[in-house]
């Protein structure tokens, strides 16, 4: 690979709520297909197999509840229980940090091959670079890879996240939303991010790029 030297290169990740959107996503180029379990509605039972079984992609299983930005309206021990039925079909699990049953959300996904994601979103702001930092490695202390996401007020929020990701423990995803950090979906894995996010028919997210604009930005930067 030419261009920025890097251990791995990033892995593009699209949320997907179907399975006709999964095959979509790897179409545009996606690496991983995040299956929003929370946002699926009525499709949700079912789809984590029936993509695993006929789309064969990876697959990050998320159940993301309404306190930490998803749709989830459910109990946490609830979000156990499915975690503990679905996660043999994923590659990878993403709990929140700031679950108060956190440790019960990790159990419910041992014991098979997905890793796990233990990720931190703030909507309303970007914490100080200690806290960012802290949050980072609490996560890693917990999971096998940190993600965190945050909201600039403005580009010198967005600069700091970038600082904090320059030092960050291995291995991390970093993303600030909305349209000020949309240019960190592909800056930030200059910085050591190994995932980065994109959408595939609309946005999940504040910010999000779509898959094929954002493999053809990481490829200008030399990361694919």
Known sequence: MSG???????K???????????REALELGAD??????????VEAEGLVE??????????????RPVYEGGSFK??????????????????????????KNLEALLEATQGGKAKRIVSSHNFELTP??????????????KGDIAKLSVMPRDMKDVLRLIEVSLVAPKPFCTISMGSLGMHSRLLTPVYGS????????RPVAPGQLR??????????LGLR
Do not use: W
């Open 4 to 10: 920025i030297a890097m251990e791995q290169s990033p």
């Open 194 to 201: 190994c995932m980065t996010y994109g959408y595939v028919r």
């Open 74 to 99: 459910g109990t946490d021990e609830e979000r156990a229980l499915l975690f503990r039925k679905l996660a043999r079909y994923a590659d990878y699990v993403d709990v929140e940090l700031h679950a």
């Open 50 to 63: 029936s993509i695993y079984d006929e789309v064969g992609c990876p697959i990050i299983l998320t159940i």
């Open 32 to 41: 991983i297909a995040e299956i929003r379990y929370d946002l699926a509605g």
């Open 128 to 141: 100080s670079n200690s806290e960012m930092l802290s949050i980072l490695e609490r996560s890693l202390e």
């Open 211 to 220: 898959v094929d604009k954002l493999l053809e930005g990481l490829k200008i």
């Open 12 to 22: 593009v990740v699209a949320p997907v709520i179907s399975k006709d959107e999964a």
